[in-house]
């Protein structure tokens, strides 16, 4: 198993990508702690991965707060002795253009998709680098980053300004043994936001087929394994060649 006797914080892990990463560390030996907004969704992800035979932990708090990451991040080690490994994936999404979108909108989803990626990265950075022992943090990009939408704005803004903050923490962190990577999926069966099902969702790939979390998880695990060693401040496109 690659991920035996680590305990990985996955943010949002109680839906989407998270919840593949979730149950997919977890049959890779992985402790999982989750942190999200809903009890409900973090509760039954918790639950599920323990009938797998995993441990597995979960604390409800707003990422936007410093003092809900802070404690996250406190109960993890509680519970388990230490934080080897942080998946960034929660995210909100705006869904039109600069002429109709509110401003408190604006603010919201950098808030949530920006600055709430930066206090988990940095909270489990200062762990990290107290326990001495290195760790490997995956942020949540988007191919929202690099090409421009009809109905997106603050999002796209947001998922950008995670690119140049991964590279920025992979300089500042790497001496301390910590490598920091990012991924920007392209048309994820499981949707920010969950507006539109999966099955109704328009994609455009070379693989002709929709990616699904299962298939973001299995990237995210090669990130944070020692299989990505010299993998250091990438955003990795998973987007089954959309972008090409």
Known sequence: MKLDGKVAVVVGGGRNVGEGISHLFTKEGAKISIFDADEGRAS????????????????????????????????????????????NCAAISDRQNLFDLADEEWEKVLSVTLSGSYYCLRYAAIQMRKQGTGGAIVNFSSGSAFRGSALRISYDAAKGGIVAMTRSAAVQLTPYNIRVNAIAPGMVGSQVGGMIPPNERQFHNLLGKMTMPSDMAKVVLFLVSDDSGHIIGQTINVDAGGSA
């Open 44 to 87: 039954s992800v918790t639950n599920a991965l323990k009938k797998e035979g995993g441990q597995a932990m979960y604390t409800i708090g707003d990422v936007t707060k410093p003092a809900d990451v802070s404690a996250m991040i406190d109960a993890t080690v509680k519970a388990f002795g230490h934080v080897d490994i942080l998946c």
